[in-house]
């Protein structure tokens, strides 16, 4: 009877699984994100397989270059010889025909700052910024050779102003019309992004509250969605999910797009923690996290959850 009259039922075409890529011959496990890989070219080729074979609906690359490839213009990210535009062309050859290939438009993981885009030589007391103009004119360049490698989405997520509608141009005069835009359009300073960068083997230090979005600030949200939105975007991303899940369905009621919500790393590894430790049911529990997200209007959610959610739909 429960199942019969339930009202969300989450399915494996909802869900997109976070993969990295490294420029390594050997995958290797990441401490605290449990039972994620850092993948080598060849063990993301086996997942994207398992992936496709469980029916998800998409895979999100992040690729991790070797600390001598990143500099600070984060060039490796624009290389088609680079680790992530190479394991685009990769999944693209072996899945590309029954799974969304998605790439992460950003310059974060190729800068040896960790920032999200091209720094100031100053800004308020002395400190570096981000130029944001001259950010998504790389963004525009990632976006097009992302395509070229084979990436059916691209996904703007450093927050920069005007970034979906610089895309859009950038792919549509370079003759990829089909690519479309998942944008991370409220993105939101927060303090659950720390397995993340362990993951990606981040340069990061210092915070990224001058282009993400306060927690503090739910209209803000909804403003930001709005404004990619209304320069192109296909898809608009409120990112992370169980903590904002007030912005996931105030986005959600208004938006003529697709919403997607990214469970992040930390939200993941709490519950995988908790359940190491034999405190919570961890299947149960990530399972209700997942329901409730797309319970508060998520179309789409990205969760490193996805293979261990898709089989009990």
Same mark, same amino acid.
């Given at each position: 009877?429960?199942?019969?009259? @339930?009202?969300?039922?989450?399915?494996?075409?909802?869900?997109?699984?976070?993969?990295?890529?490294?420029?390594?011959?050997?995958?290797?496990?990441?401490?605290?994100?449990? +039972?994620?890989?850092? &993948? #080598?070219?060849?063990?993301?080729?086996?997942?994207?397989?398992?992936?496709?074979?469980?029916?998800?609906?998409?895979?999100?690359?992040?690729?991790?270059?070797?600390?001598? %490839?990143?500099? *600070?213009?984060?060039? $490796?990210?624009?290389?088609?010889?680079?680790?992530?535009?190479?394991?685009?062309?990769?999944?693209?050859?072996?899945?590309?025909?029954?799974?969304?290939?998605?790439?992460?438009?950003?310059?974060?993981?190729?800068? %040896? &700052? +960790? &920032?999200?885009?091209?720094?100031?030589? +100053?800004?308020?007391?002395?400190?570096?910024?981000?130029?944001?103009?001259?950010?998504?004119?790389?963004?525009?360049?990632?976006?097009?050779?992302?395509?070229?490698?084979?990436?059916?989405?691209? @996904?703007?997520?450093?927050?920069?102003?005007?970034?979906?509608?610089?895309?859009? =141009?950038?792919?549509?005069?370079? +003759? &990829?019309?089909?690519?479309?835009?998942?944008?991370? =359009?409220?993105?939101?300073?927060?303090?659950?992004?720390?397995?993340?960068?362990?993951?990606? %083997?981040?340069?990061?230090?210092?915070?990224?509250?001058?282009?993400?979005?306060?927690?503090?600030?739910?209209?803000?949200?909804?403003?930001?969605?709005?404004?990619?939105?209304?320069?192109?975007?296909?898809?608009?991303?409120?990112?992370? *999910?169980?903590?904002?899940?007030?912005?996931?369905?105030?986005? *959600?009621?208004?938006?003529?797009?697709?919403?997607?919500?990214?469970?992040? #790393?930390?939200?993941?590894?709490?519950?995988? $923690?908790?359940?190491?430790?034999?405190?919570?049911?961890?299947?149960? =529990?990530?399972?209700?996290?997942?329901?409730?997200?797309?319970?508060?209007?998520?179309?789409?959610?990205?969760?490193?959850?996805?293979?261990?959610?898709?089989?009990?739909?």
């Amino acid at each position: 009877m429960r199942r019969l009259v @339930s009202e969300v039922r989450p399915h494996p075409a909802q869900l997109v699984l976070p993969m990295f890529v490294a420029d390594s011959p050997d995958p290797q496990p990441i401490a605290s994100l449990p +039972g994620v890989m850092r &993948h #080598s070219m060849d063990s993301l080729a086996a997942a994207a397989h398992d992936a496709a074979s469980a029916g998800l609906g998409g895979i999100m690359l992040f690729g991790v270059p070797q600390p001598r %490839d990143k500099d *600070a213009t984060g060039s $490796a990210a624009l290389d088609p010889n680079g680790i992530l535009n190479r394991s685009l062309s990769r999944v693209a050859s072996e899945v590309g025909d029954s799974i969304v290939i998605m790439a992460d438009t950003c310059l974060d993981e190729f800068t %040896d &700052h +960790g &920032h999200c885009g091209v720094l100031t030589p +100053g800004g308020r007391n002395g400190d570096h910024i981000v130029d944001n103009d001259a950010t998504i004119e790389l963004y525009a360049r990632q976006a097009v050779a992302q395509a070229e490698a084979g990436a059916q989405v691209v @996904s703007p997520s450093g927050m920069m102003d005007g970034q979906v509608a610089a895309i859009r =141009a950038a792919l549509d005069a370079a +003759g &990829h019309t089909d690519t479309a835009i998942l944008s991370y =359009a409220a993105k939101y300073a927060s303090a659950l992004y720390g397995p993340f960068r362990e993951a990606v %083997d981040s340069s990061f230090t210092g915070d990224r509250r001058t282009y993400q979005l306060d927690p503090a600030n739910r209209r803000a949200g909804l403003l930001e969605a709005r404004l990619d939105i209304d320069e192109g975007a296909d898809l608009v991303m409120v990112k992370p *999910a169980g903590l904002y899940l007030d912005v996931v369905s105030d986005v *959600a009621a208004m938006s003529p797009v697709p919403v997607a919500a990214y469970q992040v #790393s930390g939200e993941y590894a709490m519950i995988q $923690a908790a359940a190491q430790r034999g405190w919570i049911d961890g299947p149960a =529990a990530m399972r209700e996290a997942i329901t409730s997200i797309i319970r508060a209007g998520a179309d789409v959610v990205l969760t490193y959850a996805a293979m261990e959610v898709a089989p009990t739909r």
